[in-house]
């Protein structure tokens, strides 16, 4: 793993935030098998699920896209609601797998943007 992003997963159970992953550039796997990045212990998530991968924008330090792929998983990965199989993630999305959902969170995109923030 390399530099630390400010991109974060924040683990959400019934709407509440019960804890946070800092994400690093490179790639981050996601599945029930051990080594793993993040283990998810759910009958419903295959062994080697999805892959989070983080690519530095070369021109914009501490900026970076995020994409999600599904590794062909049994169950799939959805963002917002949607099955996916390779998207681009931005701050605010969902991603459900099995049953557990995260919230994409980019401290970066928080810049300047107060006057944007909509309840939701």
């Known amino acids: 793993m390399g ?3 400010l991109i974060k997963l924040k683990h959400i159970i019934n709407g509440t935030v019960v804890s946070e992953i800092q994400m690093a550039s490179g790639e981050f796997s996601i ?3 051990h080594g793993n990045n993040l283990q998810l212990d759910d009958g419903v998530v295959s062994g080697e699920h999805a892959v989070i991968t983080l690519i530095a924008n070369e021109f914009l330090p501490d900026t970076f896209e995020v994409i999600i792929r599904d ?3 049994t169950n799939g990965t959805h ?6 199989k390779e998207q681009t993630l931005k701050h ?3 991603i459900r797998i099995g049953t557990y959902e995260y ?3 980019d401290e970066h995109s928080n810049v300047g943007t107060q006057t944007e923030y909509m309840p939701g």
């Open 79 to 84: 963002v917002n609601g949607s099955l996916i």
């Open 31 to 33: 599945g029930r098998d």
């Open 103 to 105: 919230k994409v969170f």
């Open 92 to 94: 605010g999305d969902f």
């Open 71 to 73: 590794n062909g998983s």
């Open 3 to 5: 530099d630390l992003s």
